[in-house]
């Protein structure tokens, strides 16, 4: 395994929900506008599709976007080139660009790696009520994408 850098994290325990290991909380960055948990050390945005929900942080990085994929900038310019594709590939009512905050990774992709804390932003795409969800989570040219339910 890679050598990793992790900043401390910030996060109120809320409420333990049953057994399964998931914790309600909220952390920083996504936290003003979306729900997180902690599911296996995984703190995620909790999502109207459960199984594509965001990875905010991970322990070991996998699943997390990688350094600048996130920066404002490069998402509005992404949504904004090829928006109507996302649109067209979910159905999608609405899409915008959020805060997402959280983690990213840099370094090569097989060898040591660092993870940081980053000032980032997602994709969020907003679905009809009668849409089906994604089955996993979702990444769009690099980009964290939210599903959400009119």
């Not at 996060?11 to 506008?33: E, Q, R």
């Not at 509005?76 to 649109?87: F, R, S, W, Y």
Request: proline fraction near 7%.
């Amino acid at each position: 395994m890679g050598m990793r850098k992790i900043a401390p994290v910030a996060i109120a325990l809320v409420v333990v929900l049953g057994t399964t290991g998931c914790t309600k909380a909220t952390t920083p960055g996504a936290s003003s506008l979306f729900e997180t948990y902690t599911n296996a050390g995984n703190v995620m945005v909790r999502t109207d599709c459960p199984g594509a929900d965001d990875m905010l942080r991970s322990p070991i990085g996998d699943g997390l976007p990688k350094k600048g994929q996130t920066d404002k900038q490069r998402v509005e310019t992404v949504l904004a080139a090829t928006g109507d594709d996302l649109v067209d590939r979910f159905g999608a009512i609405a899409t915008d660009v959020v805060p997402r905050g959280g983690q990213v990774w840099s370094g090569p992709t097989d060898g040591e790696y660092t993870i940081e804390e980053a000032t980032g932003y997602m994709i969020r795409v907003t679905l009809g009520t009668d849409l089906p969800c994604p089955a996993a989570p979702y990444s769009w040219e690099g980009i964290p994408v939210v599903f959400f339910r009119d």
